[in-house]
């Protein structure tokens, strides 16, 4: 129990100071390691930008000769001229978004020494686009996520290993929408997904959502179709100011109430009042799956600066929630 991070990291504050010490040491190295891939992406971002600055000119120039006189000849050659640049500029930007997906890819991978010392526990970064497949599997095993035809995006895994493995995967979802005879595509979810092995089984199954968030996953949907049988109820726990904010639904309330502890509801009750959006928690089994919002996720992306700061800011937004994930496991045996 002695090394568990919650005990030496136990709010936001001391993670961004632990956080920062890191990075004062390592950050040569992180530079460094990740200099080549970001002098490509920069090079490539040049050009991009002064081509395409170019092929607006010549488009400009295509444009104002259509109302003049000039030959035939001197139009297609414009013409001609205006796709070739165009077509430049497709290569360039394809360049640059390659790049910039490998240094992201690249930066992540960097930081795992850096958030393993943080954290002190041993962390490891993966990119597949197998994940997917596997996320996928996870998000129905959870019931967390119920509707058809979802566009998982989850490339990018972090597992933590210690008392508890822990898994962390950078997840977005969208979903095609028919709105008569158009289609969009809207955000379900952008956050982590978390699946932890909580090394105990749980006997029974037990789902807590936020306020607001009532329909669409397992605790709700189980209450539907299970309330005849009485399988699934939705279980008062008396947390006080929790019990109008999170809500709780169970095939046991007494086992609800043995792995619910206080430091875990807490810890969901805080992050929530942060920005009060909804999140989803699962028991099954001996696992447990979270599905934790958080905007300052930045699938695919990364920084291209050298700057302490803009590092650190980088770092921090991957490190949270990760932070946060272990923590709310942990809070599982307080």
Same mark, same amino acid.
Request: charged residues 25%; glycine residues 4%; hydrophobic residues 40%.
């Given at each position: ?7 030496? +990291? @136990? $709010? ?6 632990? %956080?920062?010490?890191? /990075? ?5 190295? =992180?530079? #460094? ?8 992406? +920069? @090079? $490539? ?6 081509? %395409?600055?170019?092929? /607006? ?5 295509? =444009?104002? #000769? ?269």
């Amino acid at each position: 129990m002695s090394n568990r991070s919650k005990f030496t +990291l @136990s $709010n936001e504050a001391e993670l961004k100071a632990k %956080l920062n010490s890191v /990075l004062k040491t390592s950050l040569p190295n =992180f530079i #460094a390691s990740t200099n080549s891939r970001r002098a490509k992406v +920069l @090079s $490539n971002r040049k050009s991009a930008l002064i081509t %395409l600055a170019l092929a /607006l000119g010549v488009l400009f120039i295509l =444009f104002q #000769a259509v109302d003049s006189n000039i030959g035939a000849w001197s139009f297609n050659t414009l013409l001609v001229t205006s796709i070739i640049w165009i077509v430049v500029v497709i290569i360039f930007f394809r360049q640059w978004m390659k790049n910039d997906h490998l240094l992201a890819r690249e930066i992540n991978m960097a930081l795992v020494p850096t958030f393993t010392n943080v954290l002190d526990r041993l962390v490891m970064y993966t990119h597949d686009s197998a994940h997917r497949v596997k996320t996928a599997e996870l998000l129905k095993e959870s019931a967390l996520l119920t509707s058809e035809g979802l566009d998982i995006e989850a490339d990018d895994t972090y597992t933590i290993y210690g008392e508890n493995e822990v898994s962390v995967r950078e997840l977005f979802v969208t979903k095609l929408v028919s709105n008569g005879k158009s289609t969009s595509r809207v955000e379900v979810f952008k956050g982590v997904f978390v699946v932890a092995d909580l090394g105990k089984g749980h006997e029974a199954e037990t789902y807590i959502s936020t306020d607001g968030d009532r329909s669409g996953f397992a605790h709700r949907t189980f209450w539907s179709d299970l309330v005849e049988s009485g399988e699934v109820k939705e279980t008062v726990l008396e947390w006080n100011e929790f019990e109008k904010e999170l809500h709780v639904a169970t095939t046991n309330p007494t086992k609800a109430r043995e792995i619910l502890t206080p430091d875990f509801m807490q810890d969901v009750y805080e992050w929530w009042k942060e920005h009060e959006l909804n999140m989803r928690i699962a028991f099954k089994g001996s696992k447990l799956y979270l599905l934790l919002p958080e905007e300052t996720i930045k699938i695919g992306t990364s920084t291209t600066s050298i700057d302490s700061k803009k590092i650190e800011s980088y770092a921090h937004s991957l490190l949270r929630p990760i932070w946060r994930s272990v923590k709310l496991v942990e809070d599982v045996y307080s």
